[in-house]
């Protein structure tokens, strides 16, 4: 597998986050749902896109059973590994693993009877044609999954986004699946049908501290959905200047709960035409 440098740089990110990435509750919550709403059933063929540490793919593998089976591909070999280790665990022969570019995926047209993606589709650079290809993949009356962040979801990112603004810096993060309208419209526009958007809130309440340690300062990390990343356009003196006008923004939203952390989901499906 070649990756580009951006594509480089989220794989690292993900293998240097594997051994904690199941720390975190909602990821557990969130996976659930998205196969709890796909309706898998015994015997059928899974496709797990972006399986991460592979929550959705163990529960897709535990319903479809020995007759069925679940292709779990990721970019990042640390997150594979995590799942490697779940699958000695749970004593599974069902669920094969792929690293692979989930832009760049070959696979049999009309193999698939469900295809999921959860936490991942911002990252993407063309999301339009990776969802026409997917689209390629299933069966007539096959069902897609995906999970797509509000563009009011996660804090750090939000006020980041708006500080880095007044700097001439342009943020995607959410943008891509920010309101249900334009995750209905994503899958509109790759050709599927009775599109249905659920959207569900897990959010909570962190402490000061906690919201300030999600600026992201380093250039060389990767950005959703930009090949380069636009911190590398402001100098040292800019970017401390922005942390601090980010700290103070962050001040003001503080209650005696806390600062809100919203993580509204939009939980996104469609079907493939059954003729």
């Known amino acids: 597998m070649k990756l580009d440098q951006y594509k480089q740089q989220i794989a690292d990110l993900y293998s240097r986050r594997s051994s904690t990435y199941d720390e975190a509750e909602w990821h557990h ?7 709890e709403q796909a309706q898998i059933n015994p015997g059928q063929q899974v496709l797990d896109i972006a399986t991460g540490t592979g929550m959705v793919a163990i529960e ?9 089976r679940v292709i779990a591909v990721d970019i990042s070999t640390g997150m594979l590994e995590q799942l490697k ?6 004593k599974l022969n069902n669920i094969e693993i792929m690293l692979a570019d989930a832009e760049a995926l070959e696979l049999a047209e009309n193999s698939c009877d469900r295809i999921l993606c ?6 993407l650079i063309d999301i339009p044609a990776t969802l026409r290809n997917w689209h390629r993949f299933l069966k007539p009356g096959g069902i897609i999954g995906f999970h797509g ?11 980041q986004k708006q500080v ?3 700097y001439g810096v342009s943020l995607i993060y959410n943008e891509s699946t920010g309101t249900a309208e334009k995750c209905h419209n994503l899958l509109q526009q790759a050709g599927f049908k009775d599109i249905e958007v659920k959207t569900e809130q897990y959010g909570n309440y962190i402490s000061l501290e906690q919201a300030k340690q999600m600026w992201v300062e380093n250039p060389n990390s990767p950005t959703p959905g930009l090949l380069t990343n636009p911190l590398s356009q402001l100098t040292p003196a800019q970017l401390e200047q922005a942390k601090t006008a980010f700290d103070a923004e962050l001040e003001t939203l503080v209650t005696e709960q806390g600062i809100w952390n919203d993580i509204s989901i939009h939980f996104t499906l469609g079907r493939k035409n059954p003729s």
């Open 29 to 35: 919550q969130i996976a659930h749902r998205l196969v």
């Open 60 to 68: 897709a593998a535990q319903i479809v059973g020995d007759e069925g």
């Open 85 to 90: 280790r779940k699958i000695e665990t749970f």
């Open 118 to 123: 959860s936490s991942a589709l911002i990252w």
């Open 149 to 159: 962040f509000a563009d009011t979801a996660f804090i750090g990112g939000v006020i």
């Open 164 to 166: 880095l603004k007044k």
